[in-house]
């Protein structure tokens, strides 16, 4: 009997742009079982800050939750990122041009941080905050996220990558699993991208986007279903090919690829 799959909405945008890459994460213990490997990297720089980002806003937002005002400021915020982020940064990183130092990074937290303080905080009244939702949507398939935030009509997300990119399937995702698991009528996605900057370029603001959940949500579960149907035939053939190798995609490095050069992955040798 075939092991349950959860699939994280996070993945469907991914999946989009290279189903080899992200099946190595949805089951990379079958893959690997297969003789398939792939070597431990150390963390990009990038996902470092904005996972240490996303813990400041996530700390403000909590605090909105639990008190129905913003009662921090600013600092507390920032001190949790920068705890968090030289945590993360103790065991290597693979730092780039955006952020080629620890120093530049924790001086990039700090105009994050600042603006999703003075932009973000206000706009947002959470009800749920990083709450990790699962649905059941296909015999012994599941689809799993966490939004930043959940409000009464809406799942805004952020962003804090160095570049703005679509994210409907994702945003689709959270739309398909509020859908099952509340009975909160989502009628809006909005992602906040707020980008990590190099210090010597100006720093450009908050960008706002907004989404149709509701074509999002067709999307996602398009995406959904072809993951479905990949993963079952790979399970009956233990082909690679059953998952499209995108040797076109801007992430098809070793930087950000741990498929990259494996066997797994034979394009990219």
Known sequence: MPASITIRSSYLTGYSDCPRKVAAHIIPDEIKVLGYDFPIQPKGIGSIVGNAAHLAAATYMQDKLSHGELTLNKNDGLDVAITEFRKEIVDGAIFDDTTPSKNDGESQLKILNNAFFHTVCPVIIPLFVENRFTAKLSDDWFLSGAPDVVTA???????????????????????????????????????????RTPL??????????????????????????????????????????????????????????????????????
């Not at 990119?165 to 996605?189: E, M, P």
């Open 200 to 269: 010597k370029k100006q720093f450009a603001g908050v960008a706002i986007k907004e989404y149709d959940v509701d074509a999002c949500a067709r999307s996602a579960f398009a995406v959904y279903n072809h993951i479905k149907r990949d993963v079952e035939l790979f399970r009956e053939t233990g082909d690679p090919e059953c998952f499209l190798a995108n040797r076109s995609s801007m992430l098809c490095t070793p930087k950000y690829c741990q498929c990259y050069g494996t066997a797994w992955c034979e394009l990219s040798i």
């Open 153 to 195: 009509d809406s799942v805004p997300d952020w962003k804090f990558g160095r570049i703005a990119r679509a994210h409907y399937q994702q945003v689709g995702g959270y739309k398909l699993l509020i859908d099952n698991c509340l009975s909160t009528d989502i009628r809006k996605g909005t992602v906040y991208s707020i980008p």
